[in-house]
């Protein structure tokens, strides 16, 4: 498999990749301080006491590659045939800090350097908003301001914010920003919270191998339990890692909420106007970051339909030129293909 891939659409599509991953220096400067000081989360000491330090290959290539925003990551995406790259703040953003103020400067001057970028290469760069959950009222302002004055086609939110999730009161600025704004919301993982991570990081699985997936589609499974999407109709969810295997568990949700709710077992979960399902098929839309599987690309295709499912790599965290060519080659329809690589993001995200 070594046939060169090219950009520019020859082949029948464009090749848009959505999960993309940039970081500025004082973004991993402030988290790499809060692991040294001992005050960060054990997700976040074990995933960036690793990125941060480690002089091996992979966090070598991984650490400049997050840096850049120029000539590097063009040539890898010419490489592996990548014609626009959707960019977010690596993860967890500026979810691990406790300084407001500071968190705030660091997420708003990574918007600043990032639409820079995507003006000086418009034809390949597209950018998304990093906001401080922290500060949920300052974070629709600056969904605002990404959205209007940056040009930014929608927000990563690196999961929780110190434990805490976005169907939680204190966020619903951000849910109402989002829905109001036509703006998608991206939760991206990181290393679950201390109260979850249990024996995970002994375990070597608390990262992108697993915790990672099993945080996010908590949150995201949150989010359509209690009711978020009949508050919020319009609102866009975007998952990767193949919509963090929702699909795959979706009827096992529908029918144990279902009963749940109809023997009152929890408080907090009330009737929905809708099936679980219905809103992964209306609310949601899943990459497959990480995730270059045939199978289960097929799978979101079933159960959530071909429109809402998306290509991503996850530069520069799983940079594979290779998985491009094997997706290449899924056999999906044409029209399927175009859709996945390039026109369900162009209608996402309003390219
Ligand atoms: C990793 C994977 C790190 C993903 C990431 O951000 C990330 C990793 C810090 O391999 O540790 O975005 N990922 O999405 O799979
Ligand atoms: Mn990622």
Not at 193 to 208: F, K, R, Y
Not at 223 to 231: A, H, S, W
Not at 284 to 293: A, E, F, H, Q
């Amino acid at each position: 498999m070594t046939t060169e891939l090219k950009t520019g659409g020859q082949h029948g599509y464009l090749r848009i990749a959505t999960e993309e991953a940039f970081a500025t220096e004082e973004q991993l400067d402030a988290i790499l301080r809060l692991v040294k000081e001992g005050r960060a989360d054990k997700g976040t000491v074990s995933l960036w006491g690793f990125y941060g330090t480690s002089p091996s290959e992979r966090t070598t290539f991984i650490r400049e590659r997050l840096l850049d925003l120029g000539e590097l990551r063009l040539a890898a995406m010419d490489e592996a045939g990548i014609d626009k790259a959707v960019l977010a703040l690596t993860s967890p953003g500026v979810q691990s800090m406790f300084d407001l103020d500071e968190a705030r400067g660091i997420a708003a001057r990574a918007n600043d350097h990032l639409a820079a970028a995507c003006e000086r290469h418009s034809d390949r760069f597209i950018g998304m908003t990093a906001i401080c959950p922290q500060d949920a009222e300052w974070s629709a302002q600056e969904l605002k301001r990404g959205k209007e004055e940056l040009g930014f086609v929608g927000v990563q939110v690196n999961s929780h914010t110190h434990g805490h999730y976005l169907d939680e009161e204190q966020f619903d600025p951000i849910l109402r920003a989002c829905a109001d704004m036509d703006i998608p919301l991206y939760i991206h993982p990181q290393g679950p919270p201390d109260e979850m991570i249990g024996g995970m990081v002994e375990a070597g699985l608390e990262g992108a191998i697993f915790g990672f997936a099993v945080e996010t589609s908590y949150h995201a499974l949150r989010l359509l339990t209690t009711g978020v999407f009949d508050r919020y109709p319009s609102l866009k969810l975007v998952l990767g890692h193949g919509c963090e295997g929702l699909p795959f568990w979706i009827d096992r949700f529908n029918y144990m909420f279902n009963a749940g709710v109809r023997s009152q077992r929890y408080d907090r979960l009330k009737p929905l106007q809708h099936s679980l399902h219905h809103y992964l098929r209306t609310n949601v839309w899943g990459t497959n970051s990480g995730l270059p599987s045939p199978a289960s690309i097929k799978l979101m295709m079933e159960v959530m339909g071909e429109d809402r499912v998306l290509y991503a790599m996850d530069y520069p965290y799983q940079y594979v030129p290779d998985e491009v060519r094997l997706l290449d080659a899924i056999d999906i329809s044409p029209e399927q293909k175009v859709k996945f690589f390039q026109t369900n993001a162009e209608a996402l995200f309003g390219l």
